[in-house]
């Protein structure tokens, strides 16, 4: 082999084996933090009411459990607002029942209307927090296919009280039903992104799970923000970044996500996330680009050398083989590590992910090529499918064309249900 070629090769292997050493930190830090994190939440007791918000289009996965979640929280001064865009959403007789089911918690359905400059559920919560009552210290938003802990909303609210922060966010952890390749590369990506969050989540926000004072919340005009684009959460971190307000990331805000994809959607959900970044966080969806590309290109010049080697016997095998072998293990590593948090987060969970996790710890070379697929497959294009919509987004996140494939009938943004907390 050329010996250009071969200081190419290993210089690119180094750099790569340093970056992986940097995340495996990375990954040892995010651990340590949750740890720390967790230990304490039962001594915070915050006051003040909540507003939840919780839009919902469709049926989730084990929808009515992730609904009868937000009615189980150990605080007891809030409300929720469910927000549908028609009576005519297959989730509306499944919030109607859960709200009958749970009578003593302060909850409504509003039914904001279509959308028809922005993402559905960007309208909807534009909709929903358009008059909230002066009486409200702090807005947390979930999504439908979210689970949270019990100690959830406390939290959210007891963090969002200590001083210097803009806002709280949580993230997701998949539980998937069945330990299929499909849900496996979701659950291991998923957990990736996880593990890079520490105290501070950098502005970004998850808008499955997080929250705001509603005093920060008018200030910086959020809902005004929002109008016209399509992601509710990368808007308001932008949003944070550009006031200089930082967001803190709370381990017990990590809520449980159920999960069972095939293949095909899986990979189109992985696209959809990263064509999101694009067009709403360039920088970061770069980011992601070279560091995966990079990544997978030494993965793929490991296997190439290596045929070199055994074909010509120049350089020696044992070069690509010693490369790999190092990648390797620091990808197992932070595997182990990130799997060993499973008895943190969820520990009911644990044993039925076994197979789950051993694929995460085991597969990454595998899971490393899917995410650069995804990363790349985003690259172009500007249509983004959603719940059964279809976006024409431009760069900088604004709606430029929505295309409808559902047939629900329009509903005026009129009708409220109301359950009045007893006594």
């Given at each position: 082999?050329?010996?250009?070629?071969?200081?190419?090769y290993?210089?690119?292997?180094?750099?790569?084996?340093?970056?992986s050493?940097?995340?495996a930190?990375q990954?040892?830090e995010h651990?340590?933090?949750v740890?720390?994190?967790?230990?304490?939440?039962?001594?915070?007791?915050p006051?003040?009411?909540?507003?939840?918000f919780?839009p919902?289009?469709?049926?989730?996965?084990e929808l009515?459990?992730n609904?009868?979640?937000?009615?189980?929280?150990?605080?007891?001064?809030?409300?929720?607002?469910?927000?549908?865009?028609?009576?005519?959403?297959?989730?509306?007789?499944?919030?109607?029942?859960?709200?009958?089911?749970h009578?003593w918690?302060?909850?409504?359905v509003?039914?904001?209307?279509?959308?028809?400059?922005?993402?559905?559920k960007?309208?909807?919560?534009?909709?929903?927090?358009?008059?909230?009552s002066?009486?409200?210290?702090?807005i947390?938003?979930v999504?439908?296919?979210a689970?949270?802990?019990p100690?959830?909303?406390r939290?959210?609210?007891?963090?969002?009280?200590?001083?210097g922060?803009?806002?709280?966010?949580?993230y997701?952890?998949?539980?998937?039903?069945?330990?299929?390749?499909?849900?496996?590369?979701?659950?291991?990506?998923?957990?990736?992104?996880?593990?890079?969050?520490t105290?501070?989540?950098?502005?970004?926000?998850?808008?499955?799970?997080?929250?705001?004072?509603?005093?920060?919340?008018?200030a910086?005009?959020?809902?005004?923000?929002?109008k016209?684009?399509?992601?509710?959460?990368l808007?308001?971190?932008?949003?944070?970044?550009?006031?200089?307000?930082?967001v803190?990331f709370e381990?017990?805000?990590?809520?449980a996500s159920?999960?069972?994809?095939?293949?095909g959607k899986?990979?189109?959900?992985?696209?959809?996330?990263?064509l999101?970044?694009?067009?709403?966080?360039?920088?970061?969806?770069l980011?992601?680009?070279?560091?995966?590309?990079?990544?997978?290109?030494?993965?793929l010049?490991?296997?190439?050398v290596?045929?070199?080697?055994?074909?010509?016997?120049?350089?020696?095998?044992?070069?690509?083989?010693?490369?790999?072998?190092?990648?390797?293990?620091?990808?197992?590593?932070?595997?182990?590590?990130?799997?060993?948090?499973?008895?943190?987060?969820?520990?009911?969970?644990?044993?039925?992910?076994?197979?789950?996790?051993?694929?995460?710890?085991?597969a990454?070379?595998?899971?490393?090529?899917a995410?650069?697929?995804?990363?790349?497959?985003a690259?172009?294009?500007?249509w983004?499918?959603?719940?059964?919509?279809?976006y024409?987004?431009?760069?900088?996140?604004?709606?430029?064309k929505?295309?409808?494939?559902?047939?629900?009938?329009?509903?005026?943004?009129?009708?409220?249900l109301?359950?009045?907390?007893?006594g």
């Amino acid at each position: 082999m050329d010996v250009y070629w071969l200081s190419v090769y290993l210089i690119l292997s180094g750099l790569v084996i340093v970056w992986s050493l940097l995340l495996a930190l990375q990954t040892w830090e995010h651990r340590r933090y949750v740890r720390s994190c967790m230990r304490d939440i039962h001594r915070h007791q915050p006051t003040g009411r909540v507003a939840l918000f919780a839009p919902c289009k469709g049926v989730d996965l084990e929808l009515e459990t992730n609904l009868r979640a937000l009615f189980e929280q150990d605080y007891d001064n809030y409300e929720v607002t469910f927000i549908v865009e028609s009576v005519n959403d297959p989730a509306y007789p499944a919030i109607r029942r859960a709200m009958a089911g749970h009578p003593w918690v302060p909850a409504r359905v509003v039914v904001a209307g279509r959308a028809s400059d922005s993402g559905q559920k960007v309208h909807n919560l534009r909709v929903a927090t358009e008059h909230i009552s002066r009486r409200v210290k702090y807005i947390a938003f979930v999504d439908s296919d979210a689970r949270p802990r019990p100690e959830w909303l406390r939290m959210m609210v007891a963090r969002l009280n200590e001083p210097g922060w803009g806002a709280v966010t949580g993230y997701r952890w998949f539980t998937p039903h069945r330990a299929t390749v499909a849900n496996a590369l979701v659950y291991s990506m998923n957990c990736d992104v996880l593990s890079l969050l520490t105290r501070s989540s950098h502005y970004l926000i998850w808008g499955g799970s997080w929250a705001i004072l509603r005093d920060v919340f008018e200030a910086v005009g959020l809902r005004e923000a929002w109008k016209g684009t399509l992601g509710d959460d990368l808007v308001a971190s932008r949003v944070m970044q550009r006031f200089r307000l930082p967001v803190r990331f709370e381990p017990a805000c990590v809520v449980a996500s159920p999960l069972d994809e095939s293949l095909g959607k899986a990979m189109s959900f992985i696209r959809r996330q990263y064509l999101i970044a694009r067009l709403y966080t360039f920088n970061w969806w770069l980011f992601s680009l070279v560091s995966a590309t990079f990544t997978s290109l030494v993965w793929l010049g490991n296997f190439g050398v290596l045929a070199w080697s055994l074909l010509t016997g120049s350089p020696s095998p044992w070069i690509p083989l010693t490369v790999a072998a190092a990648l390797y293990m620091v990808t197992v590593y932070r595997g182990a590590v990130r799997q060993s948090l499973v008895k943190t987060y969820f520990p009911h969970w644990e044993k039925a992910s076994r197979r789950i996790q051993r694929f995460d710890i085991w597969a990454n070379p595998l899971v490393e090529l899917a995410h650069w697929i995804g990363v790349v497959s985003a690259s172009v294009g500007r249509w983004i499918n959603w719940r059964g919509i279809r976006y024409r987004v431009l760069p900088g996140g604004e709606v430029q064309k929505i295309v409808r494939n559902d047939r629900e009938a329009e509903q005026p943004a009129e009708e409220t249900l109301y359950y009045r907390k007893a006594g």
